[in-house]
Each structure stands twice: as C-alpha cells, then as structure tokens.
C-alpha cells in the first residue's frame, strides 16, 4: 500500500487565491514527522516546512501552514496568497520513528499559478 | 554561496563510461544521502552517510559507489553508466536526527546516458 498519497497530479489556480495541496499518509508508527518539498522548473528541491506527529499546533512557514489532521491522516499544505513563483512541483515525504533516517515520498503535485 | 553544492550540474556521457558526481556541504552536517529523481516520480535513496566511515546502501545502489572523502564531501560514481541511469540527481545532507530530521539538497545534477 501506499504510504504517502498525492491525490491531485496537477493544479491550476489563479493568482492571489489560496491553494490547498492535498497529502494523505499511512503510518501504525505514533512518531513520525511530514515533509513538503517544492520543486521549481529548475530542478532544485526546496524544504518548505515540517510537522511532527505530537505537535499540538499546525505548523506555519511564513505563506505556507500545514493542515494537519491526524485522524484523517492527511497533511495537506495550504499557500495563501498565492503567486507567479509558487508554480512547481510539490512533494509531501514522511519519516516514521524517531531513529529511522529514510524519507518516503509522494509521487508530487504539479501546482500552476495562473496571472 | 549555496549551502549544498553539486558538480557537474549538467552531464552527458555514453554507455559504458565511468563517471563521478561530486557533492559538497558547507553545513557543518554529519549526515549526507544520495538520490535519484525519474520524470514523474519522487525521490529514490542511492546511498547515504552518517559519518565519514559509515556509509550505507539505500533502495537502490546497484550500479553506483560512493565515497566520503571528508565530512564536507560525498561523492557518487556510476561505474559503467547505462541509459535507464538517466535520470536527476540529487545531494542531501542533515544533521538533526529523529523524526524532526529535515534533509536540505543541493542543486541537482542532470545526468543523460546515451
């Protein structure tokens, strides 16, 4: 089964909206920490913000937060105001347990920002 | 100057050449990881490193070898690179360790095997 899920292989939004990037995960591990990435046209791989699985607030980085609803266990990370720049491919990745080092990835979302 | 740097970010070779990936870190990390990215796809782990002598397989390491010439260097070799070795590369490093891990990457570097 998959343990990161992206739902939504691709997006297009308008500028200035708000978007939500959807992520669902699978874990019987109660430690685990999530992960967005985005990835620009250029290539590169950008941490955008993390949230660990006892964290007691949803994680916020600047115009990026993290939706976390752990019954549901989904992660979504949602952009206000979004922008021209905020057009990439973003990644959601898990780790489970406090010792484990490996990250396991989503498949992406391709978000386009439309003027 | 970038924190995690990578060389060449661009290369092509033939089938059957051996080549070499170079990644280099100014964070102060201990822990460093190779991956590979296919169109489409996320990220598959090569190889990674927690420290200078402690070098790990990942998923996927056949066909690749690594080396950890010092804290600050790790280096990806393709001994004898086929095409469907095609693919974007991809240096990490990390220092905190648990959950709260977080790997920063380098650049990237695209590698065409024709």
């Known amino acids: 089964a998959q343990k990161i899920t992206q739902t939504q292989p691709g997006m297009f939004v308008q500028e200035k909206e708000a978007v939500t990037l959807d992520c669902t995960y699978d874990?019987?591990?109660?430690?685990?920490?999530l992960f967005w990435y985005k990835q620009p046209s250029s290539g590169e791989m950008i941490f955008l913000i993390y949230?660990?699985?006892?964290d007691q607030q949803n994680a916020t980085e600047g115009r990026y937060s993290l939706n976390f609803q752990k019954a549901r266990k989904s992660a979504n990370l949602v952009i206000s105001a979004s922008q021209l720049g905020d057009s990439a491919m973003y990644f959601c990745?898990?780790?489970?347990?406090?010792?484990?080092?490996?990250?396991?990835w989503g498949a992406g979302t391709k978000l386009i920002i439309k003027p | 100057d970038a924190d995690v740097t990578q060389t060449p970010r661009n290369r092509i070779t033939k089938t059957g050449k051996r080549i070499m990936l170079e990644c280099s870190q100014t964070?102060?990390?201990?822990?460093m990881y190779w991956y590979r990215q296919d169109p489409g796809l996320g990220l598959r782990l090569i190889y990674y490193?927690?420290?200078?002598?402690?070098?790990n397989k990942g998923e996927i390491s056949d066909g690749y070898s690594v080396s950890r010439q010092a804290q600050a260097k790790f280096s990806l070799s393709l001994e004898s690179a086929i095409p469907n070795q095609t693919a974007l590369y991809f240096c990490?490093?990390?220092?905190?360790?648990?959950?709260?891990?977080?790997?920063?990457f380098g650049p990237g570097t695209r590698l065409l095997v024709l």
């Open positions: 990745a898990m780790r489970e347990g406090d010792s484990n080092y490996q990250l396991i």
């Open positions: 949230q660990g699985s006892y």
């Open positions: 964070k102060g990390h201990d822990r």
């Open positions: 874990t019987s591990d109660p430690s685990y920490g």
């Open positions: 990490a490093t990390s220092d905190l360790q648990g959950r709260a891990e977080t790997q920063y």
């Open positions: 490193s927690f420290d200078v002598k402690d070098i």
